[in-house]
């Protein structure tokens, strides 16, 4: 059974909880939006369900409120940055806007951020770019949890490890691909779990290497493995964000044993880029109108109504969730009432925020 709740009292909800953790009224505000806004967008993966094991890792010690990113190098055009184990949601916020002033300024940064906590969706700090009228690159690697395969393996080695890129357009919305580089992000098999539901082939394979569509197997034990998408492709795509994210920005790679610690680490690597500097600002807009009319005239195929770019389907489903409310399962809204018990702020209270009262 799913509750639907405005985005404005769920706000409201989630950062009474923040709150509670410790954080800043802005850092509680500020990290309620990027979840409610994750919902809003269709990706309940990265929205306040990540709630729950946010506060487990401020209690374990894993993520520390009121960071702030410190700066280990800053030439203009690179910038090196320490998270402090910050809430990501806060510590990218602050990072892009450092990446952003100085391509702005020199045409291009080169940005590594390193030892961040979760920073949420990635298309948000792209969205952060375009905005400005940049593009915006991003490899993330993730130590939390070992939870996908190698191609031609049965044994999970690394993270979800998501990639992103945002492209300013001339005369409508960006395009906005963000992904992660196994089959499903993590966080939507466990929106499948706690829903009941299976998940589709080619996304998992169980403890001993074989095909399975029970996502259980990606949130209790005994774990399977989660696949790359597109085989050796997303794999080779996974691995580069591991060196990039990971090694190159200082913040670690991902070489454990299983760990029952909550909380997770992000490391991103980021290029942002302002095409008004290349002195390719006319041929670049021509271009990209021609050759997305080009893109747009193909016939949709069976089941499709028209062919969209990346951006489109989450535009379209903030419309609607913005009319019609945002939809939480009855298992995670008591992960997160539950995760409210243990900072000791009354669910009572919780719950009648996020009724509007």
């Avoid at 800053?74 to 910038?79: I, K, Q």
């Avoid at 948000?124 to 395969?149: C, D, P, Q, T, Y």
């Avoid at 197997?217 to 050796?232: D, S």
Wanted: with cysteine; proline share 6%.
């Amino acid at each position: 059974m799913e509750t639907f709740f405005t985005a404005q009292a769920l706000t409201r909800a989630i950062e009474a909880i923040v709150a509670a953790g410790g954080s800043e009224p802005a850092e509680a505000r500020l990290v309620a939006d990027n979840l409610v806004t994750a919902n809003l967008l269709g990706h309940d993966s990265h929205g306040v369900g990540m709630i729950p094991r946010y506060i487990d890792a401020v209690l374990e010690g894993g993520l520390l409120p009121n960071q702030h990113p410190k700066a280990t190098l800053d030439t203009g055009t690179l910038l090196a940055l320490d998270g402090c184990k910050g809430y990501g949601q806060s510590i990218g916020r602050e990072a892009m806007q450092m990446a952003i002033e100085r391509a702005k300024h020199s045409g291009c940064c080169i940005m590594t951020l390193g030892n961040s906590h979760h920073l949420g969706r990635i298309g948000h700090w792209a969205e952060m770019a375009v905005a400005e009228g940049l593009v915006s690159i991003h490899f993330v690697n993730v130590i939390s949890h070992a939870r996908v395969a190698p191609h031609g393996g049965r044994d999970a080695r690394f993270g979800t490890n998501p990639c992103c890129i945002g492209v300013p357009l001339p005369g409508e919305p960006p395009f906005l691909l963000d992904y992660a580089t196994s089959a499903v992000a993590q966080g939507k098999l466990r929106v499948a779990h706690n829903k009941g539901e299976k998940v589709p082939p080619g996304r998992l394979i169980d403890p001993e290497g074989n095909p399975t569509t029970d996502p259980r197997y990606a949130v209790v034990p005994p774990f399977g493995a989660m696949l790359a998408f597109g085989e050796h492709k997303g794999y080779g795509m996974a691995i580069a964000s591991e060196l990039l994210g990971g090694a190159l920005t200082g913040g670690g790679t991902w070489h454990y044993e299983e760990s029952s610690k909550q909380r997770v680490l992000n490391g991103m690597f980021t290029i942002v880029l302002d095409p008004r500097q290349l002195g390719t600002a006319a041929a670049f807009e021509r271009e990209a109108r021609l050759f997305l009319d080009w893109l747009r005239k193909s016939r949709p195929a069976p089941g499709f109504d028209r062919v969209r770019i990346a951006g489109e389907p989450e535009r379209e489903m903030r419309e609607r969730r913005s009319r019609d409310g945002i939809p939480v399962d009855e298992a995670t809204w008591n992960e997160i009432v539950t995760a409210a018990d243990k900072l000791e702020l009354a669910r009572s209270r919780v719950e009648a925020l996020a009724r509007g009262e």
